[in-house]
């Protein structure tokens, strides 16, 4: 097995995006791509990454795999590359560990151990939303920044012309709506009114992955779980957050 970037950066940055909710977590490689599907260790959210096999320079692999790893190990190692160098991924003869190379104005060569990683196949929540929202990651990041002054848990909905962020507390209360014609409002398309919420520090880390330009998806429905899902480079990333029911 052996997998080869061009560029080190997007796989970089999907490592970091997916370590900040899943500590460990196996790889599935098949014929057509590089994936991976986990929960976080409180099991209120999932990623679910896939990288298809076209965005490699090189993508070989015998049979279909799967690889258990210690994400924020990787994501350590990750760190390391520069975003020009070019990414070698391979297997030793034994199978026991990950042959990480980097190669730039040096060449610099990991070896990350496999670990023992027994998961059922998890299948993505199945829920028929009643709100899309495409909007830039910049209005996420600024209405989360707004309200963790305020609360550790926030609303997110939408109204017929309108996305909010909303959040209030003993300390008060912030509002962060943004209006369908503004320019960083991409698109949103609702059957009825929508608004959950959601533990502020989960959404936080899901939005640490993209630029503030990149263009971001929120799908909702009443008290039902949040799909978060953009691009970084060739990759996809989709997460999905369980809400907090209140009580009456």
Request: charged share 30%; proline share 4%.
């Amino acid at each position: 097995m052996k997998i080869v970037l061009e560029k080190a950066a997007d796989f970089q940055k999907s490592i970091s995006a997916i370590s900040v909710l899943i500590d460990e977590a196996e790889f599935t490689l098949d014929e057509n791509a590089l994936l991976l599907k986990a929960t976080d260790p409180s099991q209120i959210s999932m990623v679910d990454f896939k990288m298809e096999k076209s965005a490699f320079k090189e993508y070989t692999i015998d049979s279909k795999m799967k690889l258990g790893m210690d994400l924020d190990y990787l994501n350590q190692i990750m760190s390391r590359a520069k975003s020009d160098d070019l990414l070698s991924i391979e297997l030793n003869e034994d199978k026991s560990r990950l042959l990480v190379q980097f190669k730039g104005a040096s060449t610099r060569k990991f070896q990350v151990p496999l670990i023992d990683i027994s998961s059922a196949e998890l299948p993505n929540p199945k829920i028929e939303f009643d709100a899309t929202v495409k909007l830039r990651a910049g209005v996420l990041q600024d209405a989360f920044k707004d309200a963790a002054l305020i609360s550790t848990h926030i609303s997110l909905g939408v109204e017929s012309d309108s996305f909010f962020v909303r959040a209030s507390s003993s300390k008060g209360s912030v509002d962060n709506e943004t209006k369908k014609d503004d320019k960083n409002l991409l698109e949103l398309n609702a059957s009825q009114p929508a608004s959950s919420m959601f533990p502020l520090d989960y959404l936080r880390d899901m939005l640490k992955g993209p630029s503030s330009d990149s263009e971001v998806t929120v799908k909702l429905k009443t008290n039902a779980p949040v799909e978060i899902s953009y691009a970084i480079g060739a990759a996809n990333i989709t997460y999905f957050l369980a809400p907090r029911i209140e009580s009456e």
